[in-house]
């Protein structure tokens, strides 16, 4: 079973990330509303430049692969086109940031470039996503806003192979699909199995979270045929909307807060119990096949530690906080009280395609959380845990 590949990028929480197209550099926000890049060096990343633009924390970076754009979100309620240019006085190639008009009265929560890289969705706390286009007029990014049905703040987004159709999770407990098609943009999109006729802000498709939880996050398959959303009432629903048909895969653990497709059929989700796990199915169910992480390994790290439910703290530390908050005892000068049995020590902010090894199938992704921690995990070792975390299927 091949080891994750762990780094430690900081000692503050990685609240997003975002890896350029060959992989040797990621682009950070370190709960702060600066963007730092990093770059490997041999089996290091090293802190390589810090964009200033924002005046407020940065939620969500994006980094367009052929472009090589980035793209920046934050809660000024304003977004950012980075774009590398020669400075004038040095020559030297430098990160120069354009102004997004989004046209938002709350923080920016979401950003995500189009699969064209011609157009971005920025999701919003203004119940509204704006779709922003270049309008090489007047030389900057517009943006046409998605607003009804929403009733609440839009976590995240995902577009579908299309370029045209985007998927958005809110906290009003709704996942949705909405056509986001600009006739000066986009050519006339093919019929798709969520509908022919598309012009801007058509809903094709609306799904309730199965408890009323808020919807963290929402992925299109790699095929755009299946979508999935992870809710805070610890659940991950798959939709068909063939069918239509929903799966509800109901989780004893926390909530998933990110997920991404590994494949057509199987996808990793991660969140409040700090590990990445992976479910996988088809039209006839799905089910909960394990995690990436090596539970067996990472508890022999604390001794008398008892191999359970991953993303718990071990025996001794649970009695140490039962005390605590009964007793208001704070004995226990053990460091292994307090460590989890997984890789993650804290929750995982974000979960990102890695490496692929074919159209459409990933072989590695990349998470960070709030730990500080940036951690590269290979997709096919889940199959060496398979039932170890016991089955859910629906």
Not at 38 to 62: A, N, P, R, V
Not at 138 to 164: C, E, F, G, M, Y
Not at 225 to 245: E, K, Q, R, T
Not at 270 to 278: E, F, I, R, S, T
Request: net charge neutral.
């Amino acid at each position: 079973m091949s080891a994750p590949e762990v780094y430690s990028i900081a000692k503050t929480p990685v609240t997003c990330h975002a890896f350029n197209a060959d992989r040797s550099q990621v682009a950070v926000s370190l709960n702060d509303n600066n963007v730092q890049i990093y770059s490997k060096q041999g089996k290091e990343w090293i802190l390589s430049e810090t964009l200033s633009e924002h005046d407020k924390l940065i939620t969500s970076i994006d980094w367009a692969p052929n472009s090589n754009r980035i793209v920046t979100a934050s809660q000024d309620r304003n977004a950012y086109v980075w774009s590398l240019s020669p400075d004038p006085l040095t020559g030297k190639l430098v990160w120069k940031p354009t102004l997004v008009l989004l046209r938002i009265n709350r923080a920016a929560t979401f950003v995500r470039w189009s699969p064209n890289e011609d157009k971005f969705a920025v999701a919003s706390g203004a119940r509204a996503i704006a779709i922003c286009s270049f309008d090489a007029e007047n030389n900057w990014w517009v943006a046409r806003q998605l607003k009804k049905p929403i009733r609440s703040t839009v976590l995240s987004v995902d577009w579908h192979p299309n370029n045209v159709l985007l998927a958005a999770g809110s906290a009003d407990m709704k996942a949705r699909v909405f056509s986001a098609y600009i006739k000066d943009v986009d050519k006339r999109p093919s019929p798709t199995i969520w509908g022919e006729k598309l012009p801007f802000n058509t809903i094709c498709g609306e799904y309730s979270s199965p408890a009323g939880g808020w919807v963290h996050a929402v992925g299109f398959s790699p095929s755009g045929d299946v979508l999935a959303f992870a809710s805070h009432d610890s659940s991950i629903s798959i939709v068909y909307p063939g069918g239509p048909m929903v799966y509800n895969i109901r989780i004893s653990s926390l909530p998933y807060v990110t997920l991404t497709w590994t494949s057509e059929d199987a996808l990793v989700a991660a969140g409040h119990d700090c590990q990445p796990v992976v479910f996988s199915g088809s039209e006839q169910g799905w089910a909960l096949i394990g995690t990436l992480d090596d539970t067996t390994a990472s508890s022999a790290k604390a001794p008398g530690a008892r191999t359970g439910t991953v993303g718990r703290l071990n025996s001794t530390a649970f009695n140490t906080f039962r005390n605590a908050d009964t007793r208001g005892h704070t004995g226990g000068d053990n460091a292994s009280d307090t460590e989890l049995l997984t890789v993650h020590q804290n929750t995982i902010t974000s979960v990102r395609p890695y490496a692929y090894s074919g159209e459409g199938v990933m072989d590695r992704v990349s998470t960070t959380g709030v730990d500080g921690k940036l951690v590269i995990w290979d997709v096919n070792a889940v199959s060496a845990l398979t039932g170890k975390m016991g089955g859910l299927r629906v």
